[in-house]
């Protein structure tokens, strides 16, 4: 399962210039399964996680040269997740949209190529997956655990590009 939607995320997302033209938006394919309740705590423990640190590489040691509308993009983000608090479970779903909205941008106006647009997709599939999560969150306890784990991710994004 998780290989069916990295696939088809990465598909979606090969060429972020490319997309400059479509609404982007981010989409869930879910397959029926005999064991529901195991896909679902699969893919809690994955919005929970950043096992993308584990896959992500720096440019011989340095970091990745980004574009100015990516690191513009970034910085929108990090201002949200950084500044926004939420309480409800209705804060939380105006937090995704927005923070979808601006992750939306990043891959919109993205004119990176190469290694450096490569190790971004690195960084940002994760993340596009935690703001659907945050989308579809139904209790306070796991919006706030995405929520934590996206700020996470977000702020990441510094250690690894320039």
């Known amino acids: 399962m998780k290989h069916v939607i990295l696939t088809l995320s990465l598909l979606a997302l090969v060429s972020c210039k490319d997309s ?3 609404d982007t ?3 869930t394919v879910e397959h029926a399964t005999d064991s529901h309740s195991n896909q679902h705590d699969n893919e809690a423990s994955n919005v929970y996680a950043n096992a993308w640190i584990n896959e992500i590489q720096k440019n011989n040691g340095e970091k990745w040269q980004a574009d100015a509308t990516t690191n ?17 479970l209705e804060d939380y779903h105006q937090l995704a949209k927005q923070l979808n909205d601006e992750k ?3 891959v919109k ?4 190529k ?5 190790n971004l997709h690195v960084w940002l599939h994760p993340l596009i997956e935690k703001i659907d999560a945050l989308l579809k969150v139904e209790t306070v ?10 700020e996470e991710n977000i702020n990441a994004y510094s250690e690894y590009f320039k």
């Open 20 to 22: 400059k033209n479509q």
């Open 25 to 27: 938006k981010t989409e």
């Open 72 to 88: 513009e993009g970034v910085q929108k983000l990090q201002n949200t997740i950084n500044t926004q608090s939420a309480s409800t």
């Open 104 to 106: 939306n941008f990043v």
């Open 109 to 112: 106006n993205c004119t990176m």
């Open 114 to 118: 190469g290694p450096s647009h490569d």
């Open 141 to 150: 306890e796991d919006a706030s655990k995405i929520t934590a784990s996206i």
